[in-house]
């Protein structure tokens, strides 16, 4: 999606980005493991495919993506912001007759990052996103029957299991966004800044600031 790519949210822990060709070669080594192409359920691509699907990520219209980096490393104007990359959040708009439905996913990628409460800021920044510029009611996430974590964490956020699919071997959690929910969302996110990506870039030492 275009709409996002020059948005940049600003969490406790973390940065969203927009995905862009600077940061293909870092995503490409970490498709590289077979760890994560199982809990992606992806196939390795080679770095020219790699490059193809970002530019669809930037494209299609039922698509939206943010590469999450390490907030702290990232305002550190020392750092390349390819090193300060810790995974990445997606969006699929996946009912062509109901573009308020979507799938969620999420990977953090850098295993240093992993139990830090990194997975549940990202997940609640995405959807409060999606809920007010989307437009978005309802998400799914389809997530491997081996990856518990994962599975533990969307129930800890209210999602309900929907069905499980012992061939695809993952299970399909959901949450419908009622008025509730939406209420619960911005109150948890309100501390959330929106930011011009590319102004932010040049003046990043404000976000610790």
Request: charged fraction near 30%; hydrophobic fraction near 35%.
């Amino acid at each position: 999606m275009k709409i996002n790519e020059n948005t940049l949210l600003e969490g406790h822990k973390v940065v969203l980005v927009p995905y862009n060709a600077d940061h293909v070669p870092r995503y490409h080594e970490w498709m590289k493991s077979p760890e994560l192409q199982q809990l992606t359920a992806s196939e390795p691509l080679t770095l020219e495919q790699e490059y193809d699907m970002q530019r669809s990520w930037r494209e299609d219209s039922d698509k939206c993506t943010f590469i999450i980096l390490d907030k702290q490393r990232w305002a550190d104007t020392g750092v390349e912001e390819e090193q300060c990359m810790v995974g990445d959040v997606n969006i699929f708009l996946t009912d062509p007759t109901d573009p308020s439905v979507a799938e969620l996913e999420i990977m953090i990628a850098e295993p240093s990052y992993r139990g830090k409460g990194i997975g549940k800021e990202v997940t609640l920044m995405m959807m409060c996103y999606g809920v007010t510029k989307l437009g978005l009611k309802k998400f799914q996430a389809k997530i491997g029957l081996d990856n518990q974590v994962s599975i533990a964490m969307f129930k800890k956020l209210h999602f309900q299991e929907a069905s499980v699919c012992k061939v695809f071997k993952e299970v399909t959690l959901e949450m419908t966004v009622d008025e509730s929910v939406r209420t619960r969302l911005l109150d948890d996110m309100a501390d959330v800044k929106e930011r011009d990506y590319r102004q932010t870039c040049s003046n990043r030492q404000e976000l610790v600031s």
